[in-house]
Structures are given as C-alpha cells and as structure tokens.
C-alpha cells in the first residue's frame, strides 16, 4: 500500500499510570498490520521510554530512509506544536526536516495529531451507552 | 436508539490553544446527532470553559434525570482516574454517583475514555499517509 523503507514512530504522552503506553503500543500494533513494508516503533514525550530521541535511534539498521512521527494525540496542543517539533528538530508549524541515523541521511516527517473524526465520535458513544447499561469498570 | 432524558457531558482536557476545545466540541456535535433524545454539552478540566461544575450545571432546567460524563481522553490517566472523578465528586475507581440539580436528584454516571480501537489506527493511518504525500501543514 506505501513504498518500503518507511519508518513510523508513533508518539504517545506518557504517563505514571500504565495505560498511555498501553493504548499508543495498542495502536501502533494496530497501524503495523495495516501498512505494509513499515517499521513502526513508539516512543514517549513524558515519563514512559523510549524516549523520542531513542524512538529516532531505534530506527538505526532497519534500512528506513524516511521516518514519519505520528503524534498520537486527539488534537493538537502546545505537546504537538512546540514540546514536540523541539526535540525532534522540526522548525515549529513546519512538518520536515532532515536527520542523520547511523551515517545516512533520513527524512523525517511530522504527521498531525487524530482530530475530530466521526469514528471517535462513534466510539464515544459506545463509551456512554456501556456507562448507561453498567457495563462500565476501571479495570480492563 | 436510547431513552430520554439523558444528558451527556463531554469532558476535554482544555488548553492554552483553541484546538482541544475544537475538537472535543466538534466530536460533542456528532455524539449529538448520533444519539436522539440527548442533551449534550461540553466541559474542560483545565483553562478552557465551562469549567466541569459549569458543565453539570448547565444540565438544570433540560429535564435529563441522568447524565453520562464522557471523557474525550484516548487513554486513562491521572486526569482520567483521579482528577475528574474528585471534581465530578465520584469515589476514585468507581462510575456514579448521585448529584443535586435544581433541586433535582440526578444520577451522574463516568464512562470510560475512547481506548485503543482499529479506528484509530485508521485515522493514524491516513495521518501518516498524508504526511507522505506532503498534505500536512498546521492549518485546517
């Protein structure tokens, strides 16, 4: 579906309980399967690892020759348009710039964050009618 | 699709830029057209308005006799867990409670942030993909 040589790196808050990481890795297993020929790595702006510099290095010997950061946020906020773009090196409101990994040069790209979508919206609202029908509970 | 008089509080994490409260209102706008019969408003835990209390609030005189607080988060975290349930005055690990509006007795009802869902990943995937194509840019 894409060309080869395509890293992805998806990019996750972080958090002190467990659950962030577990639902960005969730979802980067889920964007694994669905494009072909990827490398998909995650990593974390807060408290969880890799970190988004050792997100970047981990793509070093996959053969990938542009890596797109997928921020994997709702919507964008000062993470995405500042904390973000600083450390990966992407001037701010720009989505590109070039980096070296392992001796090559590598474009790396900066994809936005989800947005408003109807399917969030239609999981929401299966969200509420579990509420309603107490379906609901703090584990999972 | 569901009874009456349920009232549905969209929660959002809020932000020093307009685009959380875009979207979480943008997604409140669908669940409204999704579920007939619903009252559906929006509240921010932080610096965007109307505040959680507004947001319950604004509930009196609608009629609604239970409210379903729907985080728009994509992962539960201490917002989810901890800050949310104490300000909408529910035991931490629970999912309802009883409040008073209007002189009213209203079950307040907690539903469970969006989670890992293939439609995620989807809108993740198209995300990346336009990032290839060089469709990205900060506006919308």
């Known amino acids: 579906m894409m060309e080869n040589n395509i890293g992805v790196l998806v990019l996750g808050h972080g958090s002190s309980l467990p659950y962030n990481k577990q639902v960005v890795s969730a979802v980067a297993d889920m964007i694994a399967k669905n494009i072909e020929n990827t490398v998909v790595k995650t990593a974390f702006l807060n408290i969880d690892t890799p970190t988004l510099y050792e997100g970047l290095k981990s793509f070093e010997g996959t053969g990938v020759n542009r890596i797109v950061a997928m921020p994997c946020f709702l919507?964008?906020?000062?993470?995405?348009?500042?904390?973000?773009?600083?450390?990966?090196?992407?001037?701010?409101?720009?989505?590109?710039?070039?980096?070296?990994?392992?001796?090559?040069?590598?474009?790396?790209?900066?994809?936005?964050?989800?947005?408003?979508?109807?399917?969030?919206?239609?999981?929401?609202?299966?969200?509420?009618?579990?509420?309603?029908?107490?379906?609901?509970?703090?584990?999972?």
């Open 75 to 140: 919507a964008p906020g000062v993470h995405t348009t500042k904390d973000i773009p600083r450390v990966l090196g992407i001037e701010e409101g720009d989505n590109r710039t070039m980096i070296q990994l392992g001796g090559a040069d590598i474009e790396l790209l900066y994809a936005e964050p989800l947005g408003a979508d109807p399917c969030i919206a239609g999981i929401a609202c299966r969200k509420i009618e579990d509420a309603l029908s107490e379906k609901t509970g703090m584990s999972d």
